[in-house]
């Protein structure tokens, strides 16, 4: 399976970035996409390292058809945004 999670902030310390990391890390047997939309720290791309990281600071409506993931989650992200 591939997730894709979507994040609003960059940053490893807190917030949506970490829950994503936990998802990811409880999900040890999937392929993993995050996309953040603003630029991740230096510590979020290391402790991301086992996932593909993208910076994506505006929508891109075509994300689904660009990572084709089974399933998408959206981290404090209204559907509308544009990630679908």
């Known amino acids: 399976m591939h997730l894709l999670q979507v ?20 999900l040890c047997d999937w392929r993993h996409t995050v996309v953040f939309r603003s630029r991740p720290t230096p510590e979020t791309r290391a402790a991301f390292a086992h996932c593909r990281v993208e910076t994506w600071p505006t929508r891109r ?15 404090n992200l209204p559907a509308r945004v544009g990630w679908q």
């Open 7 to 26: 994040c609003n902030v960059g940053n490893i310390c807190g917030g949506t970035a970490a829950c994503a990391w936990t998802i990811s890390r409880a």
């Open 61 to 75: 409506p075509l994300a689904v058809d660009v990572f084709q993931p089974d399933v998408v989650l959206l981290h």
